[in-house]
């Protein structure tokens, strides 16, 4: 079964552009992620495990991010399997709409050391990041999740804010790169087309994500979006203010951009593997660019935040979700890039179709163009958000 497209962006909205609701959450401010006494120490914030008596624990993910039973909807296949195996209870909660919404929710508790009644997190990778930077996260123990460095792709390995994959454990990831609908205007290959090519004027999105939208210009730039400066930032920033000065690029968005897609109303955007691949499977005239420059790859990750009282709980659920066959059966449902090696041969007994679909099972040559963008620290954060957010105009 193939996921509905969901309402909100998993990379979630940025400084500048959240809700009101959100804003008020959040401080008012992304500012305040540093202020005094937010971080913690691993001496200083001390979790008690009680795995050992207590066989449960909470997990809490985005909407649409588990596969379902196709004639029982309240049932979870891969996650009811692992409750049976292990006699672990899980109470499983949808209550992840935002990255930034998220974190003004629990920011209090976790700055203060205190629990949020939950043992799993997924967050994506940037702001996995920040959670490490503040000492919010529990170290995992490898010994309890040896499927991880068994079957992670070598491209989500030992990432620089996570180099010994102790924090942060992907759940699916994904591309952000190039698509258009071949029904309203021809081939697109590259960021430079999208940006200046005149029959596309006032037909284009782009990614409110400025690490996807600003990660894609760098590389057509010809520089690192895993390591740049200031000035190459400002170099492409400049690109894409031309673009929006010239009316090229129509506005900016979550990922509302696939319905005008799907209809034609946009021709061509920056956007998102895992929502391409679903209106593609509707209309084949609708196709994902991986433009030579390069592609941003990123991820949602699972973490265990401090004073959750279930660590070992939560690894041996980590550990179940990369066995190769169950990573399968979870990829068949959501349709974003599967971070277990192993899973597309087993792909192969539920959906060759799927198992064959390169954004889903990436090969070498495309993960060879990926590229995870640059971890950035509390100052480059603010000030590379705000440049962004002022060209957009949000």
Same mark, same amino acid.
């Given at each position: ?8 962006s998993?990379r979630?909205?940025l400084?500048?552009?959240l809700?009101s ?6 401080g008012?401010s992304? @500012? #305040?992620c540093?202020?005094? +006494?937010a971080?913690q120490? &691993?001496a200083g914030c001390?979790? %008690?495990? $009680?795995?050992g008596t207590?066989?449960k624990?909470?997990?809490?993910n ?11 909807e309240?049932?979870?296949p891969?996650l009811d ?5 292990t006699?672990?209870?899980?109470a ?10 998220f974190?003004?929710?629990?920011r209090?508790q976790?700055?203060?050391c205190?629990s949020?009644d ?9 702001m996995?990041?920040r959670?490490?930077?503040?000492g919010?996260v529990q170290k ?9 460095r068994?079957?992670l ?6 990432r620089s804010?996570?180099?010994e994959?102790?924090i942060?454990?992907?759940?699916q990831?994904?591309l @952000? #790169?190039?698509?258009y609908? +071949?029904?309203?205007?021809? &081939?697109?290959?590259?960021v430079? %087309?999208l $940006?200046?090519?005149?029959?596309l004027?006032g ?7 400025m690490?996807?939208t600003m ?10 979006p895993?390591?740049f ?5 400002d ?8 673009a929006?000065d010239?009316?090229q ?5 979550g ?19 895992g929502?391409v691949?679903?209106l593609?499977s509707a209309?084949?005239?609708i196709r994902?660019?991986a433009?030579d420059s ?5 991820s949602d990750?699972m973490?265990?935040p401090?004073k959750?009282?279930?660590k070992?709980?939560?690894?041996q ?16 449902y ?9 899973a597309q041969a087993?792909?192969e007994k539920?959906d ?5 679909n390169?954004l889903?099972f990436p ?5 060879s163009?990926s ?8 100052k480059?954060?603010?000030e590379?958000?705000?440049k962004?957010?002022q060209?957009?105009?949000?």
């Amino acid at each position: 079964m193939r996921a509905p497209l969901r309402p909100l962006s998993r990379r979630g909205l940025l400084t500048g552009t959240l809700s009101s609701v959100a804003l008020l959450a959040t401080g008012g401010s992304l @500012a #305040g992620c540093g202020t005094r +006494g937010a971080h913690q120490t &691993e001496a200083g914030c001390v979790s %008690e495990d $009680l795995s050992g008596t207590e066989r449960k624990l909470a997990f809490s993910n985005w909407p649409q991010y588990l596969d379902v039973d196709e004639k029982d909807e309240s049932k979870r296949p891969s996650l009811d399997e692992f409750v049976a195996k292990t006699g672990i209870e899980v109470a499983y909660t949808e209550d992840i709409n935002d990255n930034n919404e998220f974190f003004g929710k629990v920011r209090n508790q976790l700055a203060a050391c205190q629990s949020i009644d939950r043992d799993i997190i997924v967050l994506s990778d940037w702001m996995a990041a920040r959670m490490s930077r503040l000492g919010w996260v529990q170290k995992l123990d490898p010994a309890r999740i040896p499927n991880v460095r068994a079957n992670l792709l070598p491209s989500l390995l030992d990432r620089s804010f996570d180099t010994e994959n102790r924090i942060s454990i992907p759940w699916q990831s994904g591309l @952000a #790169g190039l698509a258009y609908n +071949g029904n309203v205007t021809k &081939e697109l290959r590259t960021v430079d %087309e999208l $940006l200046t090519r005149p029959d596309l004027k006032g037909r284009v999105t782009a990614l409110s994500e400025m690490r996807d939208t600003m990660g894609l210009l760098l590389a057509s730039n010809g520089h690192d979006p895993a390591n740049f400066t200031p000035a190459q930032f400002d170099d492409a920033l400049n690109k894409l203010r031309k673009a929006v000065d010239s009316g090229q690029i129509r506005r900016f968005t979550g990922n509302d951009y696939a319905p005008e897609l799907a209809k034609g109303d946009i021709a061509a955007c920056i956007g998102w593997s895992g929502d391409v691949i679903q209106l593609a499977s509707a209309d084949e005239k609708i196709r994902f660019v991986a433009p030579d420059s390069g592609v941003l790859l990123y991820s949602d990750d699972m973490l265990v935040p401090n004073k959750a009282t279930h660590k070992a709980n939560a690894e041996q659920l980590i550990n179940y979700y990369y066995e190769p066959a169950v990573a399968a059966r979870l990829a068949a449902y959501v349709n974003y890039i599967c971070p277990v090696r192993g899973a597309q041969a087993e792909m192969e007994k539920i959906d060759p179709e799927l198992a064959a679909n390169p954004l889903i099972f990436p090969d070498e040559a495309l993960l060879s163009r990926s590229t995870v963008f640059m971890t950035l620290d509390e100052k480059q954060e603010r000030e590379y958000e705000g440049k962004f957010q002022q060209v957009i105009g949000a």
